[in-house]
């Protein structure tokens, strides 16, 4: 009996390692959590309501909000949905707590951004704009999302003149399982994006020519992507699997806006007696980008780095 059950057992130790593979890779299991960063920027931004803070701007039947202040916006085979805040800013805190879908989402992406979460003044500047990004890329089952992070300057992510500043990364839990914050922090210094208040990600201000400057509204949206999204195109949106969804809730939004005095001054990124991330922050970070970041456009050898004289 003893040797039957030996037996048996061998046998299921290629099944268990395989599937302790795949748990791995779709993120539900994570190594570890990075180390504390120890200051929280979050917590000093008040929560605020999406009818005080933003608009629909396309979609409005893709996108639904419940007593609760979640809000709900999908994508299907007629039509995706976004929303942009109802003021534009010079500089600010920029957050939402966000829920992924699971499953195949190649070719959809879900924002934030100054432009998930992004900023951006495309409809102030066309052809001419600026725009800072967090992105989540669709994937396929079996493989991790993609969190990407982006700054474009003076239309340098226009169709015509398209030159990126990403940083990718996977994400050391399972964004589709519940909510977790993401944020992008623009001081006239840095822009810092952040995951559960860990920096990931530091722009700094380097020159006035390769940092954003000009007013930009916040924009959140889920759309179709699939000529780049998921693995340069590889994989694309398949509608049998609509609607795809994302999820938003405690939004957090606060800033120096056009009407704001001289003298505003946005959130601050780190405890007093830091002009930018903290000793502790930082180590932080760069625990994030030694374990996780899987792209950085710096350390491309097929980029042209004359055109981002940053790196």
Known sequence: MPSLLSSSLLQMLPLLFSLIISLMLCGIIADESPPSPGYYPSSQVSSVAFDQAYRNLWGPQHQRLDQSGSLTIWLDSYSGSGFKSIRPYRSGYFGAAIKLQSGYTAG??????????????????????????IEFLGTIPGKQYVLQTNVFMRGSGDKNNVIGREMRFHLWFDPTQDFHHYAILWTPTDIIFLVDDVPIRNYPRKNDATFPERAMYVYGSIWDASSWATENGKYKADYKYQ?????????????????????CQPPSP?????????????NAMQWVQNNYLVYDYCRDPNRDHTLTPEC
């Open 270 to 282: 780190s405890p007093p007696g830091y002009n930018s991330l903290s000793p502790q922050q930082y």
């Open 243 to 263: 609607p795809f969804i994302g999820r938003y809730k405690d939004f957090k939004l606060q800033g120096c806006t056009t009407q704001s005095s001289s003298s």
């Open 108 to 133: 959809v992406i879900t924002c934030l951004y100054v432009r998930i979460i992004s900023l951006s003044n495309n409809q102030d500047y066309p052809g001419d704009h600026d725009e800072v990004d």
